[in-house]
């Protein structure tokens, strides 16, 4: 399985900015997917996740309302759009992917297999 992470950068508060995530080598659409992130310091931490048919997502408090994760089975691609971001959100970003079709624990680094090797995003005017 290979996941590439594409997008970040630098952005300043209040604008926006758009992650992608190039999947491979595994049947994507039966998966489900997620976003994650180390802040400066910190341990790795969940942002976003979503089911294998796009019908249930979750995401972290602190990015409710902010962010939005979509998957695309057409292009093997998960995305997570950031809107409004404030310096906090400033980390590494990964996308994530199990090995297991059904997922109890999506928020948990643990139950996923594979990473991406992350894309830098920095919050800063």
């Known amino acids: 399985v290979q996941l590439v992470e594409s997008g970040g950068g630098l952005v300043q508060p209040g604008g926006s900015l758009r992650l992608s995530c190039a999947v491979s080598?595994?049947?994507?659409?039966?998966?489900?997917m997620a976003w994650f992130r180390r802040p400066p310091g910190k341990e790795r931490e969940f942002v976003a996740g979503i089911r294998s048919n796009g019908g249930h997502i979750y995401y972290a408090d602190a990015v409710k309302g902010r962010f939005t994760i979509s998957r695309d089975s057409t292009k093997s691609a998960l995305d997570l759009q950031m809107n409004s971001p404030n310096p906090e959100v400033s980390a590494v970003y990964y996308c994530?992917?199990?090995?297991?079709?059904?997922?109890?624990?999506?928020?948990?680094?643990?139950?996923?297999?594979?990473w991406g090797q992350g894309t830098q995003v920095t919050v800063s005017s």
């Open positions: 080598g595994v049947t994507f659409g039966r998966y489900t």
């Open positions: 994530a992917a199990p090995s297991a079709l059904i997922l109890s624990h999506l928020r948990v680094p643990g139950a996923y297999d594979s």
